[in-house]
């Protein structure tokens, strides 16, 4: 299995506050992204890095930003939680972006916006 | 239309079936194909790569059908663990974001 963790596992919050989910990779990988997974749709991406300090809008990027200072590090932060919010969050990293680029996923968070 | 379809299901079959999943995207111009199996609660798992010619792992083979713009996913001699959600998985061109389908649900059972 590839090396990514994400922390929290689980999370519940209310709305307004500011939630920062980590995703952190032993793979030294230089891509890394988030995606959300709702029930009724397909998982959704919201950002993604293409190296320390590079990162790039996704699909549903409204309302997250991320930040990636380490290679090995990715962060997604909700400024200010709201319901709609409430998802699993999943990370994946890859090698690089090519034809054959597979992506690896991480465990997940499961958060909850009250 | 949708990017990806695909049938959600669930497909109940005994153990021992064969049981085939489709798959259709729209966009003309995508280059890469995956399936992806995801267990009840947890994360998605590369299951294998699609390629033109098609492809065999085991008791898995993929299909794809550029000029219909269908992917085909049949699996043979199913077993309880083959239980999961299959997740179709669409690339228009190298360095953008993966396409995923909603997931067709599989269930064996004894």
């Known amino acids: 299995d590839a090396g990514i963790t994400q922390s929290p596992r689980h999370k519940v919050t209310e709305t307004g506050t500011p939630v920062t989910l980590r995703c952190h990779q032993t793979?030294?990988?230089?891509?890394m992204y988030w995606y959300r997974q709702d029930p009724g749709h397909g998982l959704r991406l919201i950002h993604y890095?293409?190296?320390?300090?590079?990162?790039d809008k996704g699909e549903v990027s409204d309302g997250y930003s991320v930040s990636r200072s380490k290679t090995e590090d990715f962060l997604l932060t909700l400024e200010s939680a709201t319901s709609s919010q409430t998802s699993v969050y999943f990370c994946a990293i890859s090698e690089d972006r090519g034809r054959s680029d597979t992506q690896y996923f991480g465990p997940g968070t499961r958060l909850t916006v009250l | 239309r949708k990017e990806v379809e695909q049938d959600p299901g669930p497909f109940n079959v005994p153990e021992g079936a064969t049981v085939a999943f489709n798959c259709t995207y729209s966009n003309s111009a995508s280059q890469s194909f995956f399936w992806y199996r995801q267990d009840c609660r947890k994360e998605p798992k590369l299951l294998m790569s699609?390629?033109?010619s098609g492809n065999e792992d085991g008791r898995f083979t993929a299909q794809l059908n550029r000029a219909s713009q269908y992917i085909s996913l049949l699996i043979r001699d199913s077993k309880l663990s083959d239980s999961a959600t299959y997740l179709c998985?669409?690339?228009?061109?190298?360095?953008?974001?993966?396409?995923f389908g909603k997931g067709t649900t599989l269930s064996v059972s004894s």
């Open positions: 998985v669409v690339r228009v061109t190298a360095g953008t974001a993966l396409i």
């Open positions: 890095s293409y190296g320390v300090k590079d990162t």
């Open positions: 793979e030294n990988h230089r891509y």
């Open positions: 699609v390629y033109s």
